[in-house]
T-cell receptor
């Protein structure tokens, strides 16, 4: 158990809909990262928040947005969903800013299926 | 273009042998490289980090090497066990972004 929690575990929805994925980082971790993992793309970095502020952006679509709240939990909002958005979405947390040197702790993921 | 290459074919080995997985990269100059383990349907788990000025790092049965001239990292599991069966991902820092970029991973299957 990494100490990172994600809800829900599974989500099935239709094209055009909007969903919210939630992540609670490990106690004491200030950074939250969101990743998307699909069979054809591998693990792709979407966005990082550190202590409530956006710090880095990866391959995140404009239809996707995220935020980190004062209690440090984070939400990833996906809107106007398309079939291609079906994937595993992982949240990770770390103590500091630099995931390349900090240990990232990954949550169990949310499996999103868009029908 | 930048590439991180891990063998897409699964590596099958017998229990007790040493498994060696390869991570090659092009058009990167990473200061750090990480290895993760991922079980099906679960999040990656951090295993080891190696810096560019370190040739080798060990942790229990795991050993990682980092050759910046060859642009390659090797990941070894000695005395492999069926419980080591998983996908292993390498991740490297790209251009000072502080966010590692992940390879697609190599599946390791250890047969009893």
């Amino acid at each position: 158990d990494s100490g990172v929690t994600q809800t829900p575990k599974h989500l099935i929805t239709a094209t055009g809909q909007r969903v919210t994925l939630r992540c609670s980082p490990r106690s004491g971790d200030l950074s939250v990262y969101w990743y998307q993992q699909s069979l054809d793309q591998g693990l792709q970095f979407l966005i990082q928040y550190y202590n409530g502020e956006e710090r880095a952006k990866g391959n995140i679509l404009e239809r996707f947005s995220a935020q980190q709240f004062p209690d440090l939990h984070s939400e990833l909002n996906l809107s106007s969903l398309e079939l291609g958005d079906s994937a595993l979405y992982f949240c990770a947390s770390s103590v500091g800013l630099a995931a390349s040197t900090d240990t990232q702790y990954f949550g169990p993921g949310t499996r999103l299926t868009v029908l | 273009s930048q590439k991180i290459e891990q063998n897409s074919e699964a590596l099958n080995i017998q229990e007790g042998k040493t498994a060696t997985l390869t991570c090659n990269y092009t058009n990167y100059s990473p200061a750090y490289l990480q290895w993760y383990r991922q079980d099906p349907g679960r999040g990656p788990v951090f295993l080891l980090l190696i810096r560019e000025n370190e040739k080798e790092k060990r942790k229990e049965r795991l050993k990682v090497t980092f050759d910046t001239t060859l642009k390659q990292s090797l990941f070894h599991i000695t005395a492999s066990q069926p419980a080591d069966s998983a996908t292993y991902l390498c991740a490297l820092e790209a251009g000072g972004s502080y966010i590692p970029t992940f390879g697609r991973g190599t599946s390791l299957i250890v047969h009893p």
